[in-house]
Structure formats: C-alpha cells, structure tokens
C-alpha cells in the first residue's frame, strides 16, 4: 500500500475555472464558471475552500487569499475533444477521448430511431427536441399524463432523456423504456452517450418537480480506467452520487445513489467513518443540473456554501493517511449564453492532515493526472493506453 490508505476524490459538477485556451471552438470564448458567480454574488461564504487554497488558485470578488493555504492547488486543461460529464470522468480516470459524443441537439432524433422506440415501448413520442427539463415538462407534461404518451427530448449533451410521471407513468415502465433506448441508441448511427430516465410528480403546469429516481444509462467505458485497476487489485473503489451511472459499474466495488448535493457530501462523511483502504470518488450534481444549466448564478453560489458548509465537517472527519483531492469534470458558465456546458480548465486542490507543506502546483495538461495519481499511491499500474502522469511526489 502506498502513503495514504484512503483517497477521497469529490468532483463539484461543472465548477469551471476559465476557459481553455481552445473556447472558442466551442462557442465559449470568455467563461469562468467560478468567477462569474463571485462577481454576482452579494456575500460569499466558503472559508473551507479559502484555507485550502481556493481563492489563491483563482480571484474572486469577496474571497481574500490566504497566506498560508493547507493545501495544494492548480488548474487542469483537457486533454480530450468534449465538455461533456463523461468525457471529464472518464478522462480523470486514464482515457482519451478523441471523438466526441453524438448530439442531435438542432435536429432531435432520426424518425428511423423514434419510430423503432415508439413500437418497442408502446409509447407515442412527444418532444423529440432540444429542450430544459424544467421547460419541457410545462410544456408536455398533462399531455403525457392524459394520453400516456412518452417525452423524448435532449440537450447540447450526447444524451437521450425520457421524462415519466411517476404515479401514472410509473418508474418501473420509465425504467424499462429507457433500457430499450439505450440498446436501440448503440447503434453507431444513434449512438449517444447517455439515456437518462427523468422522473417527475406533479399533476399540472407550474406544479412538475423531478425527483431523485434518475437513472443513467451510460455507455461502458471504451476501456480500462484506473477504477478497474484498483478494483482488480483488491482495493475498495466506492462511488457516491452518478459515478456508478458514468462508468456503468465498470470498476466500482460499492455504490451509493445521492438525492441531492448535500446528500452526497453527508454519505461521504458517513463513509468516512468506515475503515476501507482504497478510492471514495463522489460527484456531485446538483450544481450542474440545478444551477448552471438553468443560469442561476446566485443559487450556484449558495449551493457552494452549502458545500462548504459540509467540507468542513468533512476535513475534521479525516485521518492522517486520508487525502482528499477536490476538483470538476467540464465548466458550466451560469452567466453564458445558451445553457450548454462551457470549455473550461477546472480547479485541482488536493489535501491530507499529514501533509508538511501546500502552495501552488505547475498547471496540468490533463485531467487523467488524477487517476494516475490515485493508482501510484497504492501501487498499481494503469492500465495499457491510457493517459495521465502521477503527481504523488508533488503533494506527498
């Protein structure tokens, strides 16, 4: 075993700190997730983030430096062609993504696709566009409850979501019509990154809430991660949050459904205090879903104090060979234009109680120094062609 026993890596969904210097092939010219929230809000409160060194890796508005940071920090470019939560993901985890997703964002999808899943599932569909979840549901919802038909929509991600109201559509059914349109969208032609079930309650306009029973049906990694590695040496590997979901259980040996953000900080507390040597990895999504796509940036800001507000009940949970790295998967500027994720660096901040010094670190050229980080501490290899180089002995 290495130097630390446990490593918690806890991903802030969609916390971007500036655009790469490739933005603008991506329509994202002059994003800074983080930034923009600090310059919008009035008060902003995360004094855990502070000490670890947040506020010295990037400006903020309210949020002074510190003098002596506990922990270390830089900035990660990404390596592969996307901004999407898999791709960021699976790229912490060792692999290149060259070729993005498929997304049928100005078009929706092929007659041939919506055809085969209306006589597969018995459902007519309806939407069948671009679409927010929220929007959509005004818009389509008392329909679907009145006629049992089937929202079908998408977004800028390579991703197919089916909306069902759970008292008269049910989840089983929604369920079981997404696991027919992941298998029909494996086709190359069709083929996206994600079928999401989008769960909703509710019986009119102004009234639909989505709950917590999404499901995501990933593609399965198109090879081996630093999850499999660890897995395969018989090192724990637990997931919180949709991080089961991305990977499609590749890798992971125990798996913890979050409803919320805050929910999922309080399972990593709670695993905290367990005894399992090896990886915690966490996501955390609400602030993507709930605030950077619908543009919020005072409720992205208040949704970080709760964070920090949990973080810091986390870092007094910790062990002396406990190390906690905290970091994002893409940006999602809720002060761009659209509501499409934004081609951004993401932080790097990387803390344990028995660490001797802390400060800034050269920025990284790729999210996948992460997963090889994480696998170098328990000595393990990564697997053959994947990417990423170990900073251990940077931070050790």
């Not at 913890?256 to 040597?277: L, P, W």
Request: charged fraction near 25%.
């Amino acid at each position: 075993m290495g130097r630390f026993k446990r490593i918690f890596t806890i991903v802030i969904d969609s916390l971007g700190v500036g655009a790469m210097e490739d933005a603008a092939d991506f329509g994202d010219i002059g994003t800074d997730t983080l930034g923009h929230i600090s310059q919008r809000m009035d008060n902003f409160q995360i004094p855990n983030l502070q000490k670890l060194g947040l506020a010295n890796l990037h400006s903020l508005k309210q949020v002074m430096p510190v003098e002596r940071p506990i922990g270390y920090y830089m900035k990660m470019n990404e390596a592969s062609t996307g901004k999407d939560t898999m791709t960021g993901h699976w790229e912490m985890m060792g692999l290149h993504i060259t070729k993005p997703f498929q997304t049928f964002t100005d078009t929706g999808f092929p007659d041939a696709l919506v055809a085969e899943l209306e006589k597969r599932t018995g459902h007519k569909v309806i939407g069948n566009k671009s679409a927010s979840g929220t929007e959509i549901l005004d818009e389509l919802a008392e329909e679907e409850i009145a006629t049992g038909n089937m929202i079908v929509y998408t977004s800028s991600d390579s991703v197919l979501q089916i909306c069902g109201n759970e008292e008269t559509f049910g989840l089983d059914e929604l369920y079981r019509c997404c696991e027919i349109a992941r298998e029909l969208t494996m086709r190359d032609e069709w083929k996206v990154g994600r079928v999401i079930a989008r769960p909703y309650v509710g019986k009119k306009k102004g009234e639909f809430v989505r709950t917590s029973n999404r499901h995501d049906y990933a593609l399965k990694p198109y090879g081996q991660t630093a999850l499999n590695a660890l897995k395969d040496a018989g090192y724990d590997v637990i997931s919180v949050g949709k991080i089961n979901d991305i990977f499609a259980g590749e890798g992971i040996t125990d798996s913890n459904r979050s409803k919320s953000s805050v929910h999922g900080m309080e399972q990593t507390i709670e695993i905290a205090a367990r005894d399992f040597t090896g990886l915690c990895y966490v996501n955390l999504v609400d602030f993507d879903t709930l605030w950077g796509h619908r543009r919020n940036p005072i409720g992205y800001g208040q949704e970080l104090e709760r964070f920090d507000e949990k973080l810091g009940q986390f870092l007094k949970a910790m062990r002396e060979d406990d190390l906690l790295i905290i970091t994002a998967d893409h940006g999602n500027d809720p002060t761009h234009t659209g509501t499409d994720h934004t081609r951004e660096r993401v932080p790097f901040i990387a803390y344990s109680p028995s660490l001797k010094d802390s400060g800034r670190l050269p920025d990284s050229d790729t999210f996948a120094d992460i997963g090889a980080t994480i696998v170098d501490n328990f000595n393990v290899a990564m697997p053959e062609g994947t990417i990423g180089r170990s900073i251990l002995e940077k931070i050790v």
